[in-house]
């Protein structure tokens, strides 16, 4: 599994041990109704531009259009505030910088909160639909 771990983003300071970063994707838990997954789609031109113009790899051909589906590791605080961001599979760091600047200026209020001491890592994923048809 390919990781730019340059490109995590540090929300905020953390101490002590923090959970290293899963190996293991199935070993994750999801986060059950992700909104980022609902609205990804809507970003899809946005990434689309980044494949026009050849700097990205992944996407696959899926009934005449482009579709690109990129696995996100959330490492979260116990009331919810994403600590770091690390997109697993993206293949583009233009892809990953940017979604990754999406969820923290839109979405960084819709993460689960369990109240938990220590941060935890979750899981999801965004999608993108494209088409470059006439």
């Known amino acids: ?15 002590g041990d923090v959970a290293p970063m899963p190996q293991d994707l199935s070993s994750v838990p999801v986060i059950p109704g992700w909104l980022g997954r ?3 789609p809507r ?3 946005d990434v689309a531009r980044f494949y026009r113009r050849g700097e990205c790899s992944g996407a696959v051909n899926y009934e005449g259009s482009q579709l690109l ?4 590791l959330f490492l979260l605080s116990g009331d919810g505030k994403p600590l770091k961001i690390a997109p697993v599979n993206a293949r583009c760091p233009e892809v990953e910088k940017f979604v ?4 923290l200026g839109s ?10 001491a220590q941060p935890y890592w979750m899981r999801s994923q965004v999608r993108f639909l494209w088409s470059d048809a006439p």
């Open 1 to 15: 599994m390919t990781m730019l771990l340059s490109l995590m983003l540090a929300i905020a300071p953390m101490a």
């Open 43 to 45: 970003w899809s031109e």
């Open 100 to 103: 990754s600047g999406r969820i």
């Open 38 to 40: 609902k609205v990804s």
């Open 107 to 116: 979405l960084r209020n819709s993460f689960p909160k369990n109240g938990a």
């Open 69 to 72: 589906e990129i696995d996100m």
